[in-house]
């Protein structure tokens, strides 16, 4: 029904007259909104045309006016409605279809947007506003398309660039505000995505995109518990929300899976624990922070389990997640230095030093650079053979056996390049005797101290055959090898004065 149709009065002469006075101060009403929207004082405006529209509530440029002083305090739905008011009244009242186009196009609705600004132009071709308007309407329909194709692409950055510049155009839209914020949410920005949100809920506190959006925060931020309570209210207001539903499934599957994994854990049930910080990781590859310290975790069980080399990707896993996670660098500088890659266990002890500079991580730091340290020099026990721990009775044997398996005399027959190779290691195993066979230089060695200091060993001064023949001199003399066919090759044999 037309809204000329509706409360058309059978009036009487005396209230044919009242009508004109009521018109007549209707008018007035009018002027003085008009003054005020002038002053920029919009919300007397806004009254003044409200008395208006009481006095004469069939009159389409009171709607009209009463719509543009709303848009100017940007309460966008309010100015729809009155501008499809005026036009309802007066189909050919231009400027009521502009402002209901403009208010369309402020809440994101571009192709209604677009009709509204055809009819204008259909009423006046050459009206530059609605041409300029019509092609933004058409700019705005190509942030959504493009938007559209981000997300499913999983390019949050390209979608947040795409909402931006939509609400340059739709400042009002909901739709456009709650995508972005949720892929800053995706994006780890959380405190902005929160931001979106929070501003959306002062001005509907039943806005179930905008709970989800505030929950899926919480969610990302490794606070589950809450996070579920904002899914539930989400739900509560929209009990169809997919988006909602499935987040709440992961946050309690993911606490459950975690909590069961850390449990078995604490009751040293470490391959269980590994397998249930597995199963976790593969709920929600979204969720940076809690798989940050489920790979943390899984390295922790895998180093329990001397699963060294993927305790380390874990922790590399962690680190890439989130680069601020000290446990993570912690852990893998651990396994590095039980891998002996001391290098690398420097480089993360420093990094979490110079983050938190606490007396603990200087010692970790400082142990793993004494490690390197020695990790660069020779290492004696191995040229002997012989583990850290060994007695003296074992470096002596492990000497009287490697200098004679090195010793130049046995290899007169052989290639200058053989010979040359067999001088060094016979050189090595001396050395390596010498420090490891006097207490005070094993120490020494043994704490990494460089043992020229104070005179302890002066390589230089160093003479192999001298300490082979003051370890074989309790035989009394001579020594020789005995290289000749008839002995085979390699055989030895003393020979006493």
Request: hydrophobic fraction near 35%; glycine fraction near 6%; include cysteine.
């Amino acid at each position: 029904m037309a809204a000329v149709d509706i409360d058309v009065p059978v009036e009487t002469e005396p209230q044919i007259c009242n009508q004109d006075d009521l018109e007549r101060q209707a008018e007035g009403f009018k002027e003085q909104g008009n003054a005020l929207y002038s002053k920029k004082d919009y919300s007397e405006a806004f009254n003044y045309y409200t008395k208006a529209i009481d006095t004469c509530p069939k009159n389409a440029s009171y709607y009209g006016n009463r719509a543009a002083t709303l848009m100017m305090l940007c309460r966008f739905r309010e100015a729809l409605e009155d501008s499809q008011q005026a036009v309802r009244l007066d189909d050919c009242f231009m400027k009521g279809h502009l402002r209901e186009g403009k208010c369309h196009l402020s809440l994101g609705n571009a192709m209604a947007a677009s009709r509204c600004f055809q009819k204008v132009l259909e009423l006046e071709p050459s009206n530059r506003e609605a041409q300029q308007e019509n092609k933004n309407a058409a700019t705005l329909l190509e942030y959504e398309r493009m938007a559209d194709f981000g997300f499913e692409k999983r390019d949050f950055r390209k979608v947040v660039y795409c909402m931006d510049r939509a609400l340059a155009l739709a400042s009002a839209c909901h739709r456009f505000k709650i995508l972005k914020a949720e892929c800053l949410a995706l994006l780890g920005r959380y405190p902005e995505a929160q931001s979106v949100a929070s501003d959306i809920l002062r001005m509907d506190s039943t806005n179930a995109d905008a709970l989800y959006v505030r929950g899926l925060c919480l969610y990302y931020e490794d606070c589950i518990d809450k996070a579920v309570q904002f899914f539930v209210q989400a739900l509560r207001m929209a009990p169809d929300h997919e988006k909602a539903r499935l987040a709440c499934r992961n946050a309690k599957a993911l606490k459950a899976k975690k909590e069961e994994g850390n449990q078995a854990f604490k009751n040293s049930h470490y391959e269980a624990a590994y397998q249930l910080y597995s199963e976790a990781l593969m709920i929600d590859p979204n969720n940076i922070k809690t798989n940050a310290k489920l790979y943390c975790n899984r390295a922790t069980a895998g180093a329990k389990l001397k699963k060294l080399d993927q305790a380390i990707e874990d922790c590399t896993s962690a680190i890439k997640l989130d680069d601020t996670y000290i446990k993570a660098y912690l852990r893998r500088a651990q396994c590095y230095m039980d891998t002996e890659q001391y290098e690398e266990a420097v480089r993360d002890y420093e990094k979490v030093y110079q983050t938190e500079k606490t007396s603990d991580h200087k010692h970790l730091l400082k142990t793993a650079q004494l490690q390197l340290k020695k990790s660069k020099r020779k290492d004696y026990y191995k040229v002997l053979g012989v583990g850290k721990n060994a007695t003296e009775d074992e470096i002596k044997k492990a000497y009287r056996k490697r200098a004679l398996m090195h010793h130049p005399d046995r290899h007169s027959a052989a290639t200058p390049e053989v010979q040359k190779e067999e001088e060094k290691k016979f050189k090595e195993v001396g050395e390596a005797f010498t420090v490891l066979s006097d207490p005070k230089k094993k120490v020494r060695y043994d704490n990494g101290h460089d043992l020229d200091d104070d005179g302890c060993f002066d390589g230089g001064d160093f003479d192999a055959n001298n300490i082979f023949r003051a370890f074989f001199g309790g035989h009394g003399g001579g020594f020789s090898f005995d290289s000749s066919p008839d002995s085979g090759p390699g055989n030895f044999f003393f020979q006493f004065g």
